[in-house]
Structure formats: structure tokens, C-alpha cells
């Protein structure tokens, strides 16, 4: 191949405490028995066989059902747990906040649209933007500190968001000549660089950093399955310092700036399976925090598996970053399908120093790319800041085997810088076809191609 060198309740605490227990895999020669392991340790939540429906506490069609919802959710953990029930037919809401031992079903049919004004998402609450800890609106569907909590059944989640409501607040060329996120994004970022008190931080009403759909916060025992979910705000499954994670049967469409699909950040033992992922941004992205705020908190995302999903659109189809300043690490991928001409990348990291972070034992086995636009493998050390920081970034003991593509423009794109850290990526097995460029492998090791084939296309004679 061509390369060029160039608070809180005892819940906090026991979750914190698992979540910080964990350390790091010693890169053995037998993942796949790290990978029993954890699988062995996720189990999806059980929740006793009783439903409380929404219209038997006052939700009407064509109406808000916000207090239905909340006194039906309410009434279900006061029991000891079932299931809170929304029928076929479209209901309209503001922000869901789930409790221990509620199960959220949507039946098939069944479309729980919510209101895009940003006042149905207060009182704010904490939360991240971006991997930085805020006061701000809430999540559309939202748990703190809960245990055993799901999101089931054949129905649609609705955000609502589009070219008028939420995504606007992005900002740039595409929104222009309304309020935007800019202003209070540069102050946040300010915010954790000066170690300002989260509780100072506020971002609701008269603020514009825009909420995740679905975020489970501080939670243990979590089950998002079988729902649609579309137009989202922002980040659309969003598990968030929580444990024992299923995200299964899943189909996100939402094309919207930042609508990343899934993005679990600061976890442990996580499971994405069965999943179809057509986004705006990265399908999945797996975060630890950002800057000063991933660091000071410090809980890294670890013991992740993906498989059997299928990325379409999107930045990349399986990334991990770029706020990963609490590290990542044993993450598994396998038996996915990637396929898209807007798919910019099929596995992508990104960081730079200032946000820096550890990410270390990736495994990628068993994946079918059809179309790529860009490269197979991006790593994006000149993110952003790229050098300009004094935490360096590094990528670690990644391994990608029995990986076929049918077209991309390049195999490898690495793009370091000098005192960033890219080492140790082996490829085992693979079969890369369509191949347009040649590879870019800056301030890098330059990857391992062990029984690798490379089909490169003819290059195009000038007229």
C-alpha cells in the first residue's frame, strides 16, 4: 500500500463506584473470551406484567398528554414497576421523565410526538452538551439517578425537529438569521476550562444549546428496543454515566446537525445490537466528556459491543470521539453492515489536545462496507484545536479483521501530529475493492496489512 509521511443518593454512588472499578483490559491474545465476559454481564431489565395505560389518566388525541404521561409514569413506579402503555394513534408531549421500574411502551401504531417549544423542556436539568456538564433544557425523554428503566415496543418516537424548530440553533450557513448556539457554546467552553461549578452553568430558558432526545443520566439497568426514532434535536440515544446498557432493534432517521445516533459517554457494559442507524452525524459514537470536564469527572466508556447493526448515512458509521478526554477502551464491533454514498467513513477517531483522552483494544471483525465516500479507517488526531493543547491524544492496539469494502476513496486516513500517539493498528484478513487513492498515514504508525488485498481502481487519463 502507498502512504505519505507527513451530591446525591446511594444510587450515584453505587454507579459511580462500578463505573470507576473498572480497569483496563490488558491487551491479551483472547478478546474474544473479554467479549463473553462482558455479554455475560448485561442483562436486559425484568418489569412485573402490569400496564397502566396513558388514557386511563386523562391523555386525549390531538391534545397534550404531557400531565396524562407524567401521572400514568408516576402511578406505574408508585406500584412497583410495569408497563406505561401509549395506544395506537399520535399523542403530543413535552419532556418524559421515566422513574425506577417503568417501562415507556409504545405499541405498534402508536406516535408520541413532542411539542417543539423549548418551554415543554423545563425546569432545566443536568445534563452534557457536547461532553461538557450543564443546567440546561431537558432531555425530550429523560432519567436521573433511576434503575431499571425502558423504552419498548413497535410505535415512533416523534422529536419534531426540522428546518424550523431545534435545529436552527445550530447555526452556520445552513441557519442563518436567528439565535444559534454560538455564543453560549463559547461561553460553556470557558465555563470548563476556568473549573466554573456545573451548578453555575445555566442553559435553559433564553439559551439555545439544544437536548438529546433519549438520555438515561446516572442510571443502571437500561433497555431502549424495537422503537423508531426521528427528528431529533440533537444527539438521538444518549446513555449517560449509566451501566448494564441494551440498545436492540432500534431504527433511528434523523438528518439533522448533530442528530449522532447513538452515543453512549461515560459507560460501562453496553450492548447496541440489531440497530439501523440513518443520521445526520456519526450513527455511533462512543464519549467519555470533554476537556477539563472529562477529566474531572474521569469515568471512561469501556465494554461496549455492536453488532449485527446496519449504518447508512452519517460521518461515521462506528466512531469514537471526539470528546473523549475520560477515555475509551475494549470495544467491540462485529457483523455489521455499512453502506452509503453519504457515509463519509465506516470506522472513525477523533480527538485532538485539548481533548486528548486514551483509546485503546478496538476490535473490528466480520463487517460488510459497500460504499464508503471517503476512507474505511479516518483518524482525526487535527480535530478541531488539533495540536493546539497540552494533552495529547492516543489511539492504541486496534484490530480490524475479515473487513471487506466494495468502494471507497481510501483505505486509511491518518492524520496525527507530531506528539499525538497512533500505534499498533493491524489489519487481519480483509478485502478492500474500488479503492480510488492512496492512503494517508501522518505522524503514525504506519498500520500492519497482514493477508490483506487491496484493489485500487485505474487511474483516470487526463484529457
Known amino acids: ?9 446511594s444510587l450515584t454512588a453505587i454507579t459511580f463506584a462500578l463505573l470507576a472499578a473498572a480497569s483496563s483490559a490488558v491487551r491479551g491474545e483472547t478478546p474474544a473470551a473479554d467479549e463473553k465476559a462482558i455479554l455475560s454481564r448485561i442483562q436486559a431489565p425484568a418489569f412485573p406484567a402490569r400496564d397502566f395505560l396513558i388514557t386511563e389518566h386523562g391523555a386525549n388525541e390531538g391534545e397534550d398528554a404531557s400531565e396524562a404521561i407524567a401521572k400514568t409514569i408516576r402511578a406505574c413506579h408508585n406500584a412497583g414497576g410495569g408497563r406505561v402503555v401509549v395506544p395506537k394513534g399520535t399523542w403530543i408531549t413535552g419532556a418524559v421523565r421515566l422513574f425506577s421500574g417503568v417501562n415507556l411502551h409504545l405499541e405498534e401504531g402508536a406516535k408520541l410526538k413532542f411539542d417543539p417549544d423549548p418551554n415543554k423542556y423545563l425546569p432545566a436539568v443536568l445534563t452534557r452538551f457536547e461532553g461538557m456538564e450543564i443546567i440546561g433544557y431537558s432531555p425530550l425523554i429523560y432519567a436521573f439517578e433511576q434503575e431499571n428503566v425502558a423504552i419498548t415496543g ?8 426540522d428546518q ?10 445552513e441557519y442563518q438569521g436567528g439565535p444559534n448556539q454560538q455564543a453560549d457554546r463559547d461561553k460553556l467552553e470557558q465555563q ?3 473549573d466554573v461549578p456545573v451548578k453555575e452553568r445555566n442553559y435553559g430558558e433564553g439559551h439555545y444549546l439544544r437536548p438529546s432526545f433519549i438520555e ?4 443502571k439497568n437500561v433497555l431502549i428496543e424495537g422503537v423508531t426514532v426521528i427528528n431529533a434535536p440533537m444527539w438521538v440515544i444518549h446513555p449517560l454515566l449509566c451501566s448494564n446498557v441494551t440498545v436492540r432493534g432500534v431504527s433511528v432517521r434523523s438528518h439533522g446537525p448533530n442528530n449522532d445516533g447513538c452515543d453512549p459517554e461515560s459507560c460501562r457494559d453496553v450492548l447496541i445490537e440489531n440497530c439501523v442507524f440513518d443520521t445526520g452525524d456519526d450513527c ?3 464519549k467519555s466528556g470533554r476537556n477539563n470536564d472529562g477529566r474531572r469527572v474521569g469515568v ?7 453488532r449485527d447493526c446496519t449504518m447508512r448515512d452519517g460521518h461515521g458509521g462506528v466512531t469514537m470521539g471526539s470528546e473523549v478526554s475520560g477515555d475509551v477502551r475494549n470495544i467491540f464491533i462485529s457483523d455489521c453492515r455499512l453502506d452509503s454514498p453519504e457515509l463519509d467513513h465506516a470506522f472513525r477517531f477523533k480527538s485532538n489536545a485539548m481533548r486528548g483522552g486514551m483509546v485503546e483494544n478496538i476490535y473490528f471483525r466480520d463487517i460488510q462496507i459497500g460504499v464508503v465516500k471517503k476512507a474505511v479507517l479516518g483518524v482525526e488526531f487535527d480535530y478541531e484545536e488539533g495540536a493546539n493543547g497540552p494533552h495529547m491524544p492516543v489511539l492504541r492496539h486496534v484490530r480490524i479483521e475479515r473487513v471487506a469494502a466494495e468502494s471507497c476513496d481510501q483505505v486509511v486516513s491518518i492524520t496525527g501530529f507530531q506528539a499525538a500517539r497512533i500505534s499498533d493498528i493491524h489489519f487481519k484478513d480483509c478485502t478492500f475493492q474500488g479503492v480510488k487513492e492512496a492512503d494517508v498515514v501522518e505522524h503514525a504508525e504506519a498500520p500492519v496489512m497482514e493477508n490483506t488485498t487491496v484493489e485500487t481502481l485505474p487511474k483516470k487519463k487526463k484529457p
Not at 438515561?216 to 442510571?219: E, Q, T
Open 1 to 9: 500500500m502507498l502512504s505519505r509521511m507527513k451530591s446525591t443518593t
Open 164 to 173: 424550523k424548530n431545534w435545529w436552527p440553533w445550530k447555526g452556520g450557513d
Open 284 to 286: 455511533i459514537a462512543i
Open 216 to 219: 438515561p443520566h446516572r442510571c
Open 192 to 194: 470548563v476550562a476556568d
Open 300 to 306: 471512561p466508556s469501556e465494554n461496549i459491543i455492536i
Open 154 to 161: 413497535k410505535g415512533t418516537l416523534d422529536g419534531s425537529a
